[in-house]
């Protein structure tokens, strides 16, 4: 079990730019969450997938926003036309069918945006 | 409706003393409820839960938290602070639907020498 993880851990763009973000989630997890959190702020969530299937997404997700995970394993979270109101640490959670309340957290992508 | 409230968005004790970091929640759903921790530049580590078991739950690096029903509270607790609990502290509360938690806004634990 060696947790979850993020890359990049740091993601510095120009304005306008597309970035993506992948995480790797706990194995044998069928649950994953994409959060976003802003300085001095707790997460908020942005949405998440049950193996491949997305099945929720926050208002927060602009269309600007999409992510994947089409194999069930890991996901990408993908920005396009990036604005400087993205910048902000981009957060992955994962948990497992036995225990789904129980979300086990990466390091984080900080992106800035400029 | 589920809310979780952090009734203190800082505190500072002394190393050696005890934590106290209180929270409060409202939740229609039986409640999970979570502490979790974020050092600086650091991702959040699960520090205990609760999920309707044992009402008093203890966690790693010392801390606990109890679970009372009648007060619809979950405050963390330790008996000695150290210089390395120095940190962000989150409740978040399950909304009873096993997909979204719920975040208070946070309390700073801030561990003076």
């Known amino acids: 079990d060696t947790g979850v993880s993020q890359d990049p851990r740091h993601k510095i763009t120009k304005r306008g730019q597309n970035v993506t973000f992948r995480c790797d989630p706990i194995?044998?997890?069928?649950?994953l969450y994409w959060y976003r959190q802003t300085l001095g702020q707790g997460p908020e969530f942005l949405t998440y997938?049950?193996?491949?299937?997305?099945?929720?997404k926050s208002r927060l997700l602009s269309d600007r926003f999409s992510a994947e995970r089409p194999k069930g394993s890991f996901s990408t979270l993908e920005i396009q036309r990036t604005e400087q109101g993205d910048s902000a640490m981009y957060l992955c959670?994962?948990?497992?069918?036995?225990?789904?309340?129980?979300?086990?957290f990466g390091p984080g992508t900080r992106l800035l945006v400029l | 409706a589920q809310s979780v409230t952090q009734l203190d968005s800082h505190v500072s004790v002394s190393e050696g003393t005890p934590v106290l970091l209180r929270c409060n929640y409202s939740?229609?759903?039986?409640?999970?409820l979570f502490w979790y921790v974020q050092h600086p530049n650091k991702g959040l580590q699960l520090l205990l839960k609760y999920t309707s078991a044992a009402t008093l739950v203890k966690g790693i690096n010392g801390f606990e938290a109890e679970f009372k029903k009648s007060e619809t509270s979950f405050h963390l607790t330790k008996p000695s602070a150290h210089m390395s609990d120095a940190a962000e502290y989150f409740c978040?509360?399950?909304?009873?639907?096993?997909?979204?938690?719920?975040w208070g806004l946070g309390t700073s634990l801030a561990v003076n020498p």
């Open positions: 939740s229609s759903y039986s409640p999970s």
């Open positions: 978040v509360l399950n909304a009873g639907n096993n997909r979204k938690l719920i």
């Open positions: 997938f049950q193996n491949e299937a997305q099945l929720e």
């Open positions: 959670a994962s948990s497992r069918a036995g225990e789904p309340e129980t979300q086990y």
């Open positions: 194995s044998e997890h069928n649950r």
